[in-house]
């Protein structure tokens, strides 16, 4: 599995502008190929800062879509964000599922 990760900043007078496309990027990553699931993660500090997380069955399957039309279109509001979006890929091994109660 590779977990993708996209952190952005928007401007703070564009957040509305920005979570409509993250919305839209959202929407057609779960659709594309070898998508598993895809998350909209908003940091508890700076509520201008943004992380969408997605999981993919396998490296050529994120890096297809990020080269592809549907991610290049988001591309197009790096003019409302702070700085370049950073996309990472992570390879992951294992996963370990638990219920922790009190």
């Known amino acids: 599995m590779i977990l993708a990760w996209i952190a952005i900043r928007a401007k703070p007078h564009k957040r509305a502008e920005i979570l409509s496309a993250v919305d839209d990027l959202i929407l057609r990553m779960r659709g594309a190929a070898g998508c598993s699931t895809g998350r909209l993660l908003i940091d508890a500090d700076d509520p201008n800062a943004?992380?969408?997380?997605?999981?993919?069955?396998?490296?050529?399957?994120?890096?297809?879509?990020?080269?592809?039309?549907?991610?290049?279109?988001?591309?197009?509001?790096?003019?409302?964000?702070?700085?370049?979006?950073l996309i990472v890929l992570d390879e992951v091994q294992a996963r370990v599922t638990r219920s922790f109660t009190a």
């Open 50 to 85: 943004f992380t969408v997380l997605s999981e993919w069955h396998s490296s050529s399957d994120a890096e297809s879509f990020f080269r592809s039309g549907d991610y290049q279109a988001f591309r197009g509001v790096r003019i409302l964000l702070r700085g370049e979006p």
